[in-house]
Nanobody, 124 residues
Framework: DVQLQASGGGLVQAGGSLRLSCATS????????MAWFRQAPGKEREGVSC????????YRDSAMKDRFTISSDNAKNTVYLQMNNLQPGDTATYFC?????????????????WGQGTQVTVSS
């Protein structure tokens, strides 16, 4: 049974930081691309950051390179999102997602597995 469990969200003041975690099970973590998406009320889901490996080389990308950093601990089958200098516009539900790395290394295109999401709320 494939499971992605996102955690670490909460309420923070603008300028604060959060570290989200996504613990996974039920698939071969090392063979998958992992990504974070977010969705605010009334808005479409958007890609935040992704990490994957191909031919022994790690690939990372982020829509907020100056503030958000994705990382992984493959021994724990866990991916993280370090979010710094959070702003009210970052308020959203953050979702962890996974797909075979062979399918793509970035944020575009479909992802196969999704977590339940964790809420991030940033106050002014």
């Amino acid at each position: 049974d494939v499971q992605l469990q996102a955690s670490g969200g909460g309420l923070v003041q603008a300028g604060g930081s959060l570290r989200l975690s996504c613990a996974t099970s039920g698939f071969t973590f090392d063979d998958y691309a992992m990504a974070w998406f977010r969705q605010a009320p009334g808005k479409e889901r958007e890609g935040v950051s992704c990490i994957s490996r191909r031919d022994g080389t790690w690939y990372r990308d982020s829509a907020m390179k100056d503030r958000f950093t994705i990382s992984s601990d493959n021994a724990k089958n866990t991916v993280y999102l370090q979010m710094n200098n959070l702003q009210p516009g970052d308020t959203a539900t953050y979702f962890c997602a996974a797909r075979p790395a062979l399918y793509g290394l970035g944020l575009s295109g479909p992802y196969d597995y999704w977590g339940q999401g964790t809420q991030v709320t940033v106050s002014s």
